[in-house]
């Protein structure tokens, strides 16, 4: 049995724009030292998929930038590996000529290459919002015994505590795991099973669904092919049971991030010597912490310099917190520059931001504050 693997790079970067103007989904740091795509790549490495295609749209040089030849993920190889696949003009619609694709079935159309040519018996999709440590060869042997058409990894959310967008496919699964519905507006109340993207089909099927939507013209891989073979083929759901967020606006961002100082949920994404989350290495000093600097409970990466008070945050390589500030509920991202005197709550401060002394900035928890890249307050 031979797996490749297609990351979608772009596919919902509308969702979270004031990250994304400069940056894929793919390319959003998160957790002090990975970007959001380590996880979906990581989850293929681990599980022996060493032939990945990621495809991109545009502000694609960020994530070029981090994934380079794939050597931090054992993925610089001579057969197979990691490959960028460009943007393309959707030359199969001659009136939409220079149009790019704008669902995950046109992305699909414009890699039908690299679906030719990888030589798997079975590929695996995955989007790169989706924040979970998964064994993917459980999944793609329970794909194979079942006989399944296709197989859909789910979560079961509780609605009121759920870390998925409202707008997310809600799938109804019987007692033999079987997907008999799809809706596609979360239930007010209760519990429910979402598609987290993330699934299984063979290659010979996903070549036979491209060609038959470009000579159709689908657009919709959930409602142009996966809701209409509910009845005529095996479609199965393959429930999850560890910890799995979805990154679809800036307030859930947040929330997922805050989520990281939980201890229970760093041992489920970070703790299994079997599956590691793997980045991009940056050899970077130790942080340097002042006498007298009061950290509590917090995620710190190195090469910072903490000389004031830190709680509840998360701060990524290189920031600097000088004498007397305040910062809780934050999330500082790489080489912030925060002043002295200063007091932060609930902010998200970009790549390269500067915060001058005495500012005082405020959010919420449902509205954190946010600094755009490069911006000097």
């Known amino acids: 049995m031979i797996a490749a693997g297609l990351i979608f790079s772009n596919i919902h970067d509308q969702t979270i724009p004031e990250m994304t103007r400069r940056r894929t989904m793919a390319s959003i740091p998160f957790g002090c030292r990975y970007r959001l795509i380590d996880f979906a790549l990581s989850n293929m490495v681990n599980s022996d998929i060493t032939n990945v295609g990621v495809i991109t749209h545009y502000n694609y040089q960020s994530l070029m930038d981090h994934i380079g030849n794939g050597k931090d993920w054992d993925l610089a190889r001579r057969s197979g590996g990691i490959k960028i696949l460009p943007p393309y003009v959707a030359a199969y619609e001659n009136h939409a000529a220079g149009k790019l694709y704008e669902s995950r079935l046109e992305a699909l159309m414009g890699s039908v290459n690299f679906i030719n040519r990888c030589g798997a018996d079975y590929i695996v999709l995955s989007d790169c919002d989706v924040i979970l440590n998964i064994d993917l060869s459980a999944v793609i042997e329970d794909h194979i015994h079942s006989g399944a058409y296709m197989t859909l990894v ?101 929330s997922t991030s805050m989520m990281l100082l939980e201890e229970n949920v760093r041992k489920d994404l970070f703790s299994d010597p079997e599956r590691k989350i793997f980045t991009k290495i940056r050899n970077s000093a130790p942080t340097k912490y002042a006498g007298d600097a009061k950290i509590s409970n917090c995620m710190i990466a190195d090469g910072c310099i903490i000389e004031g008070e830190v709680e509840n945050s998360i701060i990524f390589r290189g920031v600097h917190i000088g004498k007397g500030t305040v910062v809780k509920n934050s999330i500082l991202l790489q080489d912030t520059y925060v002043g002295d005197n200063v007091s932060l709550n609930c902010v998200i401060t970009d790549k390269n931001v500067v915060i001058k002394d005495g500012r005082n900035l405020s959010g919420y928890n449902t509205m954190p504050f946010f600094i755009d890249k490069g911006v000097m307050v």
Not at 188 to 211: A, P
């Open 154 to 254: 789910t979560k079961k959310v509780d609605v009121k505590n759920s870390l998925f967008d409202k707008s997310v496919d809600i799938l109804g699964i019987d007692e033999e795991n079987r997907v008999t519905e799809i809706t596609y507006t979360m239930p007010k109340r209760g519990s429910c099973y979402v598609n987290t993207n993330l699934m299984v089909i063979s290659r010979t099927d996903l070549q036979n669904i491209v060609s038959d939507s470009i000579a159709h013209g689908y657009k919709s891989f959930t409602r142009d092919i996966v809701a209409k073979q509910l009845k005529k083929k095996l479609i199965r759901a393959y429930c999850f049971d560890g910890f799995c967020a979805c990154v679809s606006s800036l307030e859930n961002y947040f």
